[in-house]
């Protein structure tokens, strides 16, 4: 039988946590591992450092509004992504690390994290969303059509 898949999305601000790590080792024990990196607390700090405006977060994630914008959020996940790679690879836990965007005849397009993962959800046999406990309520309600979805919080 092949080995089952599972797709984890995980919070900006979780990523770098011993915990963390410690949960994906167990899951790759079990599955095939795709790992969706985020980003967002990062890309607002970097828009404010930049004088950018933080700006709209609607349904589908962050709304920009120029080239410059798009780039430093991508740059911010891209960071994340190599960076959680090195974790992952120190540790010697096998997955691979993605970012949430498509690529829709050469055009990039950002997507929100849950956004994606709801986009993942068919070809997944079990999909997660690590988050921070003041988040879980709100995510454990969004994803609550979705049995697939596990939604885990993770203390500050």
Same mark, same amino acid.
């Given at each position: 039988?092949?080995?089952?898949?599972?797709?984890?999305?995980?919070s900006g601000d979780l990523f770098l946590r011993d915990d963390v790590?410690?949960?994906?080792?167990?899951?790759?024990?079990?599955?095939?591992?795709?790992?969706?990196?985020?980003?967002? %607390?990062?890309?607002?700090?970097?828009?404010?450092?930049?004088?950018l405006p933080v700006g709209v977060h609607g349904p589908l994630g962050?709304?920009?509004?120029?080239?410059?914008?798009?780039?430093?959020?991508?740059?911010?996940?891209?960071?994340?992504?190599?960076?959680?790679?090195?974790?992952?690879?120190?540790?010697?836990?096998?997955?691979?690390?993605?970012?949430?965007?498509?690529?829709?005849?050469?055009?990039?397009?950002?997507?929100?994290?849950?956004?994606?993962?709801?986009?993942?959800?068919?070809?997944?046999?079990?999909?997660?969303?690590?988050? %921070?406990?003041?988040?879980?309520?709100a995510k454990q309600e969004y994803f609550a059509d979705y049995p697939?979805?596990?939604?885990?919080?993770?203390?500050?």
């Amino acid at each position: 039988m092949p080995r089952r898949n599972c797709f984890v999305k995980i919070s900006g601000d979780l990523f770098l946590r011993d915990d963390v790590h410690e949960w994906i080792s167990e899951l790759a024990k079990e599955y095939f591992m795709v790992v969706c990196i985020g980003g967002g %607390t990062q890309i607002n700090q970097a828009f404010m450092r930049a004088g950018l405006p933080v700006g709209v977060h609607g349904p589908l994630g962050r709304e920009t509004a120029t080239l410059e914008e798009r780039q430093l959020a991508r740059n911010i996940l891209e960071q994340n992504q190599a960076r959680f790679q090195d974790v992952l690879a120190e540790k010697g836990i096998p997955a691979s690390v993605v970012i949430p965007e498509l690529d829709v005849a050469t055009v990039t397009c950002p997507v929100n994290g849950d956004q994606y993962t709801l986009t993942a959800y068919l070809g997944f046999d079990i999909l997660y969303v690590a988050t %921070t406990k003041d988040r879980l309520a709100a995510k454990q309600e969004y994803f609550a059509d979705y049995p697939k979805i596990k939604v885990r919080g993770f203390p500050p």
